[in-house]
């Protein structure tokens, strides 16, 4: 039995011309894959690649992923569902219809004797960026939420966020994944802080960076990035056989 990891599928995405329901089926084949092995399922953030949730109303698509997910906390396995940049904006659809636990914000679990942070990585130890910094205070405003949804025709507001979604991928050269800068990297800085101030700490695993990587901080600690699944599918999978967080291409 093991514990799982995935973020990044971007499900709803077009990119370079391909289904963005193969990326779906793919996704379900490995919950299926994992099913029977699955002490918990942790999603952590950018499954959608936008959502946008009214209080009567949720995008429409993703039956498949829904479904599967609905079963796996039927069967009684714990799904965890951390909200990325892309699929923030969601109310009480997930846990009240489906039955997945919500996190807004990093949280820290023990699973086989390891103590595991996780967050998406948005954020996280990025500093000095006063316009990213204002995004990230829009985008997280609940009032802002509220608006939008009193105000703005569900068509309307799918269609801009998906064009949002999307813009800042137009023109790129090297593909989805962003360079791995090591100790450079924003949330290789956090980790340090976090590390030294909670030495107890085996895993630091986030997504958002989209290239998959383990990232040794000491003989003790490491950064995890998950990958993405848009162009090359990766998982998380941690186990009790002392082999510690596996990074595995699906």
Not at 13 to 40: K, Q, S
Not at 104 to 114: K, R, S
Not at 210 to 222: A, G, M
Not at 234 to 248: H, N, S, T
Request: contains cysteine; proline residues 4%.
């Amino acid at each position: 039995m093991a514990y799982y990891f995935a973020s990044d599928v971007h499900l709803g995405l077009t990119y370079n011309g391909a289904d963005p329901r193969e990326r779906e089926r793919r996704f379900v084949a490995w919950l299926d894959a994992v099913e029977n092995d699955c002490e918990g399922l942790f999603l952590v953030g950018d499954i959608f690649d936008f959502w946008f949730e009214y209080k009567r109303v949720v995008p429409k698509g993703f039956v498949r992923t829904l479904g599967k997910l609905a079963e796996f906390c039927d069967r009684g396995i714990p799904v965890h569902f951390f909200t990325g940049n892309h699929d923030l904006w969601i109310r009480d659809y997930f846990e009240k219809e489906i039955g997945m636990t919500v996190h807004t914000a990093p949280e820290v679990f023990e699973l086989h004797g390891e103590t595991v942070f996780i967050a998406h990585g948005d954020g996280l130890g990025k500093t000095g960026d006063w316009k990213y910094s204002l995004l990230r205070r829009i985008f997280h405003s609940g009032f802002l939420k509220r608006f939008f949804s009193a105000v703005l025709h569900p068509n309307v507001m799918m269609r801009f966020g998906h064009w949002w979604s999307s813009h800042n991928r137009h023109g790129r050269k090297e593909g989805v994944a962003h360079e791995f800068r090591g100790e450079e990297e924003p949330v290789v800085r956090f980790a340090r802080v976090y590390i030294a101030e909670h030495p107890q700490t085996s895993y630091l695993v986030c997504g958002h960076i989209h290239t998959p990587v383990v990232h040794r901080l000491s003989d003790r600690s490491n950064v995890v990035v998950l990958g993405e699944w848009i162009e090359q599918p990766f998982y998380g999978r941690l186990a009790a056989d002392g082999k510690g967080m596996e990074l595995i291409e699906f």
